[in-house]
């Protein structure tokens, strides 16, 4: 019987032992069940917005706060969220060729300044000296892709120069056959006047990732949104991720605001890390758009993502240029995104 008692003792002090041990381990790595809840309370954010049709590869985009409000506003008043997502094929070879095969006349005839000239074209020879290996690589472009880019960058005898390089005369015969480079881009507006004591208030909410890396990645990106009736915004906030071979980095964008019409965020497509790049992968712009008082009207609301293919000095995006003081017109040297737009009661 003493024999037992002694095992027992044993036994309870090797689980007092082991409860310390867990406690403290559980301690020194900062666990706690406020923790443990919110994570599982924001992958069933996650759940509830996958099920309203938000992308699944989307979800990083957005910071957890923002999924549990979204998710909430999904829950208990889902016709008040607008979610709309688009698939954009950015073509980028149209561009080369025009750059390639045009003379220097003509190019300063579409807005190219000699330095202009001097910078695309070095971008073209660095790009021509890579190895099939390294452009595989460097742009995640299968053998015949990389053989229809390598075609985009050769002199053509038979090249017909465009007098103004349109956007629905963007796709050549080369870029045709290519699969382009492809941004996926979506956004959520939801009414959010309980969160911000307004009359009239709309948190936006757009995220994007490039699901083939661009080809062009030495110059700027931006993003627009352009709206109408006067708004104000507030709560601006714009990060983008850029990855490298083995990390990753993320910047934020400088942002210009255009009053009472809207946004423009800018970002660079490239950032050094160490002795790589990182490229741009993925990222979001978010704000509050209010007014101070209702007027009982309907305002429109737009956003486009810019992809800088070229730079043209004096090149950049014009905000409010349509009807009713509303769009985004992207100048020469990008290619832009399917546009989404929308309707605000105001």
Not at 34 to 54: N, Q, S, T
């Amino acid at each position: 019987m003493g024999r037992h008692k002694k095992w027992w003792k044993a036994i309870a002090c090797v689980g007092c032992s082991l409860l310390v041990l867990a406690s403290s381990l559980l301690a020194a790595y900062g666990f706690d069940a406020e923790r443990c809840y919110a994570v599982l309370a924001v992958k069933d954010a996650e759940r509830i917005m996958v099920d309203f049709g938000y992308p699944q590869n989307l979800l990083h985009t957005m910071k957890d706060a923002q999924k549990l409000e979204l998710a909430s506003k999904i829950k208990t008043c889902p016709e008040s969220v607008s979610l709309q997502t688009v698939v954009s094929p950015i073509d980028e070879l149209s561009m080369m060729e025009l750059l390639v095969n045009a003379t220097d006349e003509q190019l300063r005839c579409v807005g190219f300044r000699e330095e202009d000239i001097m910078m695309n074209r070095q971008m073209i020879t660095s790009m021509r000296a890579m190895t099939n290996e390294e452009l595989a690589e460097y742009y995640g472009k299968n053998d015949e892709e990389i053989k229809l880019l390598r075609m985009a960058m050769e002199q053509q005898s038979d090249y017909q120069s465009p007098e103004q390089v349109k956007q629905e005369d963007q796709v050549t015969t080369s870029a045709s056959l290519i699969s382009t480079s492809t941004l996926k881009y979506a956004w959520v507006i939801y009414d959010n006047r309980a969160e911000t004591k307004k009359p009239v208030s709309y948190f936006v909410h757009i995220g994007f990732q490039w699901m083939s890396d661009p080809i062009v990645s030495v110059l700027k990106d931006k993003i627009a949104i352009s709206w109408g009736c006067d708004m104000d915004s507030m709560n601006e906030m714009c990060e983008v991720e850029l990855r490298g071979p083995n990390q990753s980095s993320v910047r934020t964008a400088q942002m210009e605001v255009v009053p009472n019409k809207g946004l423009v965020f800018t970002f660079w497509q490239r950032a050094s890390h160490g002795l790589f790049f990182d490229l741009i992968s993925s990222g979001y712009a978010a704000c509050t758009v209010f007014q101070n008082s209702r007027r009982d009207l309907s305002a429109r609301i737009e956003s486009k993502y810019g992809h800088g293919v070229f730079t043209v000095t004096g090149g950049g995006v014009s905000i409010g240029v349509g009807e009713g003081g509303v769009g985004i017109d992207f100048g020469f040297g990008f290619r832009e995104s399917i546009q989404l737009q929308d309707a605000l009661n105001v």
